[in-house]
């Protein structure tokens, strides 16, 4: 089980460095950019495939911070690449991990004044 958890985790420490790569490659030739007939392809191939193993390392570490699990490669697929869709997706999760995080904050800080107030009877 400890071999199959450390496997998981080089591959997914892969992908993280692929990810960052793409994109920190994508920056270096957008603050060069010189020649559109040249850059515009390239800037736009390594943009794009950075967002998108950056959108679908966000899906999948989210399902396994919900769910214990990583997504299956069927569910990953059905996104294909449609950046649009999986942008959709992930601003969605932003939005109700946001929510959750308030209701915690909220939650201890309820929880914190009410075992701080004692209720004592006057005599």
């Known amino acids: ?19 960052s790569s793409l994109l920190r490659a994508g920056f270096f030739l957008l ?21 998108e193993k950056l959108l679908k390392l966000t899906i999948g ?5 919900t769910e214990g699990t990583w997504p299956s490669r069927r569910q990953m697929r059905a996104y294909s690449h449609d950046i649009l869709e999986m942008n959709e997706v992930v601003l969605a999760l932003i939005e109700v991990n946001s929510m959750a995080v308030i209701l915690r904050i909220i939650s201890k800080n309820f929880s914190t004044r009410c075992g701080a107030m004692r209720y004592s009877p006057s005599s």
């Open 31 to 51: 603050y060069n950019y010189r020649f559109t007939v040249l850059d515009a392809e390239p800037l736009f191939a390594l943009f794009s495939a950075g967002s």
């Open 61 to 65: 570490l989210n399902m396994h911070d």
């Open 1 to 19: 089980m400890q071999e199959v958890r450390r496997k998981r985790l080089a591959v997914l420490s892969s992908e993280v460095d692929a990810t």
